[in-house]
């Protein structure tokens, strides 16, 4: 597991605090995601800190946001860039209870929520249409989850699936 720990200007706009006194701190993992056979049954076995990919291969790709501070810090924003040579699959776990999760096609200048829209160009009958069509998922370059409400001491994980190209 990587730890990586971000000036809180970056994850709370708005509020000030002396520069490295940051009560934000990111832990980041990787894990490869296979399908095994137990007890007659598919199950899904994690392999944590997995770094030699190969083509085809599931990894789940997490953040744990942990309060390092006293108080509860209000509206954490947490970004998470789909790896280069990988492709957005699905979300990691079931949505946590006061996160927003929203999506980026832009390498992460904009997010909104899913379903994502973008205008494409068509020619119908010799002419140029411009229609609005959904994203697929394959599409994201990013995802970025604002937590509502992180209290003093806690954490929360987020995650997506990704495939390597």
């Known amino acids: 597991m990587n730890r990586l720990t971000l000036p809180l200007l970056l994850a709370l706009p708005g509020l000030a ?4 006194a940051s009560p934000l701190v990111l832990d980041l993992a990787q894990s490869l995601i ?11 076995k994690r392999t944590p800190n997995y770094t030699k990919v190969r083509p085809g291969d599931l990894l789940a ?10 108080r509860t810090l209000a509206n954490v924003a947490v970004k998470l ?9 699905a979300p990691d776990g079931s949505a946590a209870a006061g996160v927003r999760t929203e999506y980026s096609i832009d390498g992460g200048k904009t997010f909104a929520p899913a379903p994502l829209k ?12 411009t229609r609005e069509v959904e994203v697929k998922p394959g599409e994201y370059q990013a995802v970025r989850w604002t937590i509502a409400a992180l209290p003093a001491g806690t954490e929360k994980t987020l995650g997506f ?5």
Do not use: M
């Open 34 to 44: 296979q399908t095994v056979q137990v007890d007659g049954k598919a199950t899904e």
């Open 118 to 129: 973008k205008k494409i160009t068509v020619t119908e009958n010799g002419k140029a249409v």
């Open 17 to 20: 605090l002396a520069q490295g």
């Open 61 to 70: 790709q997490t953040v744990t946001a942990r309060n390092v501070s006293a």
């Open 161 to 165: 699936r990704v495939q390597v190209k």
């Open 81 to 89: 860039p789909v790896p280069a040579g990988h492709v957005y699959v």
